[in-house]
């Protein structure tokens, strides 16, 4: 499975931004997916995660209620919809695919649950 990521760049404060993770590989359609991002100086931070079945979705604290990650199956991508962007929202956004019998189930808030990741895009929030 490779993951290329896109869609990053410079957006003021209150701003949308929607990065996209395109995935190549016949079985995306079976992975859980995730967002994670890593600021400057911090260690990777959990985002967001799409389960395929049922579509059901988590989001970190620091997000909840302004990202909406999102699936487009015919495409093979996984979507983050930014919105209410905050400059401590600065940081290179990774997309992961969780490819390993049973993830499905598994802590998908946790990086160590994903096998493949992406290359990283960089949001940068600021005036």
């Known amino acids: 499975v490779q993951l290329q990521a896109s869609g990053g760049g410079l957006v003021q404060p209150g701003g949308s931004l929607r990065l996209s993770c395109a995935a190549s590989g016949r079985t995306f359609s079976t992975y859980p997916m995730g967002w994670f991002r890593q600021a400057p100086g911090k260690e990777r931070e959990f985002v967001a995660f799409h389960r395929p079945r049922g579509s059901s979705t988590s989001y970190g604290n620091s997000v909840k209620g302004r990202f909406i990650i999102s699936r487009d199956t015919a495409k093979n991508t996984v979507y983050l919809q930014m919105n209410s962007l905050k400059p401590e929202d600065t940081a290179i956004y990774y997309c992961?695919?969780?490819?390993?019998?049973?993830?499905?189930?598994?802590?998908?808030?946790?990086?160590?649950?994903?096998?493949?990741w992406g290359q990283g895009t960089l949001v940068t929030v600021s005036s």
């Open positions: 992961a695919a969780a490819a390993r019998p049973g993830a499905i189930t598994s802590a998908l808030w946790d990086i160590t649950t994903y096998d493949y």
